[in-house]
Every structure is written in C-alpha cells, then in structure tokens.
C-alpha cells in the first residue's frame, strides 16, 4: 500500500484523480494489514507530512496517517514511541532543524492519535523534559506559539514542581525576547496572535497550579528592572497582566515597594518598560498596574523616582492618546501622573504643545467613543491650566480650541488636586512608621510653631484668609526686593501652593519681630499685628517718597542695593489690574491703607462755652475695651461726673507695656472683669464698639483746658468712624492690670460675635479740614492720645480727602445736632483670632477664618442673609448712629447647623493643623471651654445688592481671581517642592531602617470640637493648666 501511494503523489494524474485514488487508501484502512505494511506506511506519510513539496502533499500524508493509526492503533503506538518523539525533538527530521515549527505540529496531532494508549505517558515526560529545554533557547514567536498551543491541550506535557516553576520562569524570559520588526498589518496581527497564545499558556498554567503565579511574576520583575543597557525586553511581556489577578495588586505592589533590595535604578526601570506596555494593543489592566506602582512609590515616598519616570515617560504616555485601541488606559496613566506631579508645571508644559492637536483630531476623526473622551482629556486640561496659571502665552491657543467643551466647577478641580498629589496619596502600602504628614483634607497648609510663635502664626493666617489683601500681596511685582512686603507676599505663596502639610516661616518671623521681642517668649499677637501692619505701610511709604524724588528719566533703583528699603521701587505699587482702573489705584495711599486703614474724628466740647475742638486720625484697628455692668445693654452711656474715663477700664493695647494706674478705676476694673457675669445678657461685639464711640465727660481730674475759657473745664468727648476701612479690625482688650498683684489678668467675659454687623459711619457734608495744625492741646493733655485707639498710621500724602463712595446702605440720618449725615456700613465676619489661657503672660493663640469664595469678600451665598436695607423691628432702637448685629434668617439659604456645607464654611488654623470648623462652634468656643475667648476681630466690608456705587471696585482696585505666580514665586516653590520629597523620601528610607524598633501612633485629622482647639491633649487650654502642667513657661 506504502508503494501504490508513493507511486501515486509521484504521477502526473490530475488533482481529482489523485484525490479520489487516496480516498481509496483511506478506506483500504479498515482491512487488516501486516505490521510491516503499517510500519512502513506509517515512515511513509510522516516524510509526507514533515517533507511534502507542497500542501496537497503534507495534507494526503496526513490524511493516510490518520486513517491507518485509528485502524491500527498499536501498530502506531509502536511506530511513534518516546525514543522517536525524542529524535524529532533533538536531532530534527531529515533535512527539517528541531526548532521547526512543522515538528510540534506533528507531534501534536500525533499525540491526538495516541492519548489513550498507556505508552503516551511515557511520551508525556520526554516532552516534559524537551519543551523545558526548548525554552531555554529562547525559541522564535511562531515556534513558541505552536508549543503552547500543544502544551495547552496537553497540559500533562508541562514540567512539574520544581521544574514547572523554572518553565514558567524560562518562558516568561522567552517572551521578553519576541520582537516584531514587520510593517505589514497581517504580520503584525499574526505577531500579536502567536504572543496571546504564549500568554494564554501561562494564565493555564497559573489557574491549574497558582504556586507558579508568584515566581513567574517575580522573573517579570527581574527581566524588567534589568540595567543592562544591552538587554531591552520586548513590550509583549504585557499580554502577562490581563491575567494576573486584580486583587494581588495591594499584596505585589507593597511587596516591590517596601523591598530594601531593590535599587531605585531598578525601580525606575521597571516603571519606565511598565508605562511602555501601554502600547501593547490587546493588554487589559496595564494602566491599573501602573497607577498602583506610582501610588505605591509615592506612600514609601520614593519621589526621586516619580519625578524621573514622569519625566522621562509623559510624552510617550501623551502619543498613546493618539491610538484608539490603547487610549483609554493611556488617559488614565496621563492623568495620574499629572495630577500628582504638582511641584512643579514642568511635567505639564512637556506635553502643552501637543495638545491643540490632539483636540482637533478628536473633533474630526468620526469615532463614536471620540466626544466622551474629548470631555474626559478637556476636564484634565482645565485641572492643570488652574494648577499652574500664569502662562497665558502657553494656554492661549489651548482654551481657543476647548473654548466651546464644558469647564469642571471650580471646587471639583480643587478636590481633584487635593486628592491626587503624591503626598496626599493613601499609604496602604507603607508600614505604620512609612506613613507621613499629609496636607489636611481642607486644602489648607499649617504653620509650625517655632517656639512660642503661635502669636505670629495666627495673625499670618487671618491676614492670608483675608482674600482682597492676600489677592493683592500676591499681584504685587517685587522681583528682586528684600522688602518685608516681599517676605510676605512668598509666605502666601508657600500656603497657597506648597506640598508641604505645614510651613516653618522662620524667614519672616526673622524679619517682622519687633525688636522688644524676646524670641522664644509669649507676645501679644495684637501687638504684633499692629507693628506689622506700620511696618508695611511705613516700608511702602518710603519707597513712595524715594521714587517720586527720583527723575523721571532716572534708571531704575538697584536692586543689589544693601539697603533693604530702597531694594526695589519700579514694581512695588503694581498690581493684578485691568488697564482701565490703574489710574484709580495710585491715589498715593499704601496698601494698607486701602485694606485696612479707616479715619476716625475725635471732638471736645466744652459744655461751658459750647466751643468744639476736633481732629482726625486714621487707625487700622479699634481697640474696644470691656464697659462695666451697667453699660452692657445695647445703648450708649454718657458717664457722669463721678464717674472714670472709660480708657482705664480697657488697659494697653501693648503686651505688658502699659504703666500701672493707680486709683479705684484700675481696681474696679481688675475686680470687675474676672467674674463673670452669669445673671445677665453677655456682652455683643456690637455693645463693645457703641461703648467705644459712646459720648464721654471729662471733668475733676480729668477736666478740660478750654482755649476759649482758658481754664480747666468739664467737657464731653465724642469719637465718630468717618471713613470705614475695607477690612475692620476689632481688638478685645481683654488684659486689665492688677495694681495690687502687678500683673495683667485676663478679662473672661463671654462675648458674642455676629456673622454680620453695621458699623455707623459719618459723612461729612462739607470737605474735611481738620489736621494736627489745627487740633488744640487735647492731644497733648487727653489721656485718650494712645489707648483708645490703635497704633496709628502716619498720614500719607491725601489723608484729608474723604471717601467720595463707599458701599453702604442708602438709609441716612442726620444727628441730634444736625451736622453728619450717619450711614450705617454693613461688615461680614472673616476670621477671628482665639487665645487660649487666663493670663496674657502664656496661653496660645489660634485663628478661625472664613473659606470665603467670591470677590470683594462677598460673604458665601449659603452661610448669611443678604443685607437688607431695613434692620428690622428688633434693631428698631439701634438708630443708624449705633452698631448693630444684623439677625440670622434661615430662610434666606441658610444650611442646617449640622449640614456638611455649613460645617466647611469655616477652617481652624492651629499651627501646623488646619480643620474644618462651623461657625456655631466658633460662637459656642468660649461656653465650652472658659479659658478660649475671642481677641482680634476681623471684619470684611459688604457689597449692598443693588448698590454698587464704585463699580465693584476696592478702593479703585478690582480683584475677581487668585493672580497667577510670578515666576520668582513659582520658582521658589518649585525648589522647595522638591526639597520637601526629597526630605520624605530621605525620612521614609530612615525610618523604614529602624522599623523593627520602633513605634508610631497616628492621629487622623478630624473634627476639634471636642477638644479646645488650644489644648495639646484632653485637659488642654492653653499655659494656665495645660497638659504639661507647667506653669512658668508657654507649653505651646
């Protein structure tokens, strides 16, 4: 038979004829025939099969061999035995080398034939031995590829134990071998098909026996982290990941991280050829390995890393974007790192000159899924442009070509930033000693205590809550100057745009320490506030002065100059303005004084002759002293004869500078205001500035010298607010001195403070003409010359011209003796500094501020009513020529006390810890814990709906949006940043050496209500009875 058909394939008979003579053969199988016959026939169709000069050939030989192998089966289990299986696999067949693919096809087929017979089992481990010698030679796609499909139908043919581990690992090698340099898309495809079926080996392999998933990933590892710059593994390694389990993500990824052997140059390795597996067309979860290794990096603080894979990688992870079929996981990588890299925009501007055109091919290229993605990649553009604003040469043309696609709110893109930087990244991957101090989920960056310097922490943070100053510091141009404005305007930077979670400000605190301060010692935080704001003003004012003396065509200062305050004046006055209001801003006033600088008219009348002295003095901040018991109703008091001036009941406003009075006053005063008054209504914010501006008799001691009388007489003081300033600032003087003890004890009175007050501002019908030439001696002889009122600031070049607007309400009266008009200006509560402790000698200061959103410092729209031009029935007796709190009207959009909107109006800067708060437990503070009142008040002014009489502007100046950095400020920043990963990433590798003797404890952010915000522990409050339980010195 062997014969007929070898005379057959050698004839020239047509196809047909052949193919209907081999039918013949076939059916002759089921005849009995010898087993030399079988044997024979058996040599002759295998020659067929492996060495047919065509397919026709191969495909009879294959058909006969079938046949008679069915028919004849132990013939052929004697013909197609181990030592033959183990000559095709060593020495190959005839002319064909044993690494031909046509050789595994045979015995694959073969084996078919054979699977019941017992002799395959010895078959079986001959193969065993032979396919793991085979992939240690590292043997082609397509041969790899017809083994695997073998071994896949035949996984008795895989290594076991011990040497099934050393396969998966040799195979895994393998394939990072495979390269494809075809151009043609059917070999590519035939390329990606030949690598899915190694692949699919492997998943088999790993779901029969999961004990070799662990090894063969670790060999992933091991070939991918390879620094031979010699070896490039092939990117087909990816088709690996879509079978391994998600859910050994946590276990794989800390394992990598936290090992101690492996090197950062292997690490970084690793993560570049991992981000290049986004290619990969067919891979499944790769950018959800990628994301975990970054996360994991980023928990042990391994920045050095991340910052050199982003670097280096962005730009390709930017091309994928490109390729429909690998988009979508190359978006989701794109997004994470530039999400998290926010140190710096470096990262971002790689890919910003990409992106235009990557938007309109989305536009154009007609695929279904294109507009979704479209949003998606928009929605990241908007996050970074709002991350590092500042470059509109840059993103001109970027927001032409999305002008037209939907912007994220801005709260979302701060939440998006807040939760994706690598700092703020979840440390599951880290052991208890790895985990590290995280900004606070408020956003907010603390200050750190530099020792007893809580006093300047919290006056830092309520001026950088004051949004139109912090606005304007941060638009000023002072390139190059070594101003205090300068040191200033980068300390907003820092809390504005650090990664750290709390900044040390020892810089500034070098530079604005009043030189009586000792360091390290408690300070009034007022006093500092005050010395800072004339600092401020006076520092500006005399570059003023240098730069309208100099000629116009005059070069600029040096900036090298030694004198700090002549460093720079060519940008100091500039801000972030439109074109149109510059001409507005420079009216020769400082920036304080647009702030915060208000006026005030103090007049005497000599109740013998009616003759009225008066003059006008600016202030930055009122100091409202406690009125005695009686007074503690919301009307004004007129003190009689017998009665002390109210200026001794309110002590200095100077820590501990002030002379001791002598004299029942200073008595009554010490005596009076250390009890607290429980029987009767507590005293208002409102209550204390009416006793401020209250009328007040000067006679016996206190008695008048009249010019006009020229003698001593009984008179009556009158103090009125003629120019409102922007921001109000109110000081508790809550330290009285104690004459017999000699120290200065700390009023407690619990005060009430309103979200909203009117404060009654007189306008004057006529210019204002007082000045110091024309006031009489009251400023020498009144002991009202320094105390009543806040350091005042020197008048600047236009201090007697009057507002000509203010934003207030309409409603004006005229007073009892008819010469002011009273406008009743309505104020909106900021922030407030707290002090925690019983003396002013100790204790700690704490600040609340408002997370106010808007311009101008318009209140937010769900936390207070609109003001209304009517003050309602129960302000009826107020009268415009007093201040007043303006009632809560929950039906205005009030949120629920309890609503987590309400709750996140308000934030609680603690030094370095930021919370958030709500203002019920700002007014609830000191009923809760005693020894917590409220100090320094801050207080924005109020746009009235409907009556914008300045167009918006403040003070001339318009600020609708945070300006963007300066590139000396982003610089700075930038270097910082990375300073401050690099110093996580050098404490991690520290602590992680000790770990094994060592403990942590870690207490999460949360709530401070239920501890006094200033306490260090469960007792709490401040240096009179703290934690620490020390009492000569400040335990904070």
Known sequence: MDKILEGLISSDHSVPVKRAIVKKVVEAAEKEVTEEQCQALFTLTTRLTLLGEDAFQKQIGFQVLEAYARYHRPEFEHFFNKDFVLSLLQQGYGQLYNRDPAIIDYIHCCLRLLISCPSVLETFSVIQVEVLRMVCERPEPALCARLSTLLSDYMQCIPRDKSGILFCQQLVRTISYFHCFASQERELREYVGQVTKVSTLLQNIWKADPAMLLPSLQEVFAIISSTDPSYDPSIALASLVQHIPVQMITVLIKSLTTDQNVKDASMTKALCRMIDWLSWPLAQHVDTWVIALLKGLAAVQKFTILIDVTLLKIELVFSRLWYPIVRQGALSVLSHMLLSFQHSPEAFHLVVPHIVHLVQSLRTDGLPTSKAFLLQFTELIHCMMYQYSGFPDLYDYILEAIKDLPKPAEEKIKLVLNQSAWTSQSNSFASGLLKQAVKSETGKTGLINLGNTCFMNSIIQTLFMATDFRRHVLSLHLNGSNTLMKKLQLLFAFLAHTQRAAYAPKNFLE?????????????????????????????????QVLESAKPKDASPVDVNSKDPTISTVEENKESYLTHTESKAVNDGRTLIEKMFGGKLITGIRCMQCNCISEKEEPFTDLSLAFCPSASSHNSPKVQGPAEEPKVLCQGSVNGGSEAPESGPASSLASNVHHELRTNETPLSVPDLVNYFLAPEILDEDNAYFCEKCSSLQRAERTMKVVSAPEYLILTLLRFSYDAKCHIRRKILDNVTIPAVLRLPAHAPSTPSHWSSATSSPLQVDSPESSENLA????????????????????????????????????YVLSSLVMHSGLSSESGHYYTYGRNISGADGTQHPANHSPIKDDLGTGQADCGLCTCSALPAQPNQGDTPPNSVQEAKDWLLFNDSRVTFASFQSVQNITNRFPKDTAYVLMYRKQEVPGQNLNGGLVNGMRLTAEPPLQKELLDAIIKDNKLYLQEQELNARTQALQASSSSCSFRPNGSDDNNPPGSCGPSGGGGGGGGFNTISRLVF
């Open 791 to 826: 350091k005042k600031l020197k008048p600047s070049q236009k201090d007697e011209e009057d507002e000509k607007e203010v934003r207030i309400d309409e409603a004006e009266e005229t007073n009892r003796e008819g010469e002011m008009p009273v406008q009743s200006v309505p």
């Open 511 to 543: 530079a604005s320490r009043p030189p009586w301060f000792n360091a390290g010692s408690q300070q009034d935080c007022s006093e500092y506030l005050r010395f800072l704001l004339d600092r401020l003003h006076e520092e500006e004012k005399t570059l």
